[in-house]
């Protein structure tokens, strides 16, 4: 089994910071790339950023400039700095990555459970 575990979630004022931090564990052979997906009330999942294994990162227009990724390979963790977060960035933040499973081919994606992000004006 794999289990994509996040944390770091929670309430802040506009203009302030969280990390949210997503960890994979299980029998994992390798991980490609990593990402954050948010999804607000009423919307569409949409992609918020993402990572792959060599580094190379994007990031949605909507969050350049005060959203940073990162990942720790060695530890199968993928973090997501906030600073100036808005009212318009509170959603539920759901962790996602591409693997490939111990004996078995090809690569997948599975998901975290979600973490709320909420922040107020």
């Known amino acids: 089994q794999v289990q994509l575990v996040e944390s770091g979630g929670g309430l802040v004022q506009a203009g302030g910071s969280l990390r949210l931090s997503c960890a994979a564990s299980?029998?994992?052979?390798?991980?490609?790339?990593m990402g954050w997906y948010r999804q607000a009330p009423g919307k569409q999942r949409e992609l918020v950023a993402g990572?792959?294994?060599?580094?190379?990162?994007n990031l949605a227009d909507s969050v350049k400039g005060r959203f940073t990724i990162s990942r720790d390979n060695a530890k199968n963790t993928v973090y997501l700095q906030m600073n100036s977060l808005k009212p318009e960035d509170t959603a539920v933040y759901y962790c996602?990555?591409?693997?490939?499973?111990?004996?078995?081919?090809?690569?997948?994606?599975?998901w975290g459970q979600g973490t709320q992000v909420t922040v107020s004006s």
């Open positions: 299980g029998r994992i052979a390798s991980i490609n790339a």
């Open positions: 996602n990555a591409r693997l490939q499973r111990i004996g078995y081919l090809g690569t997948y994606d599975y």
């Open positions: 990572i792959t294994s060599g580094g190379s990162t």
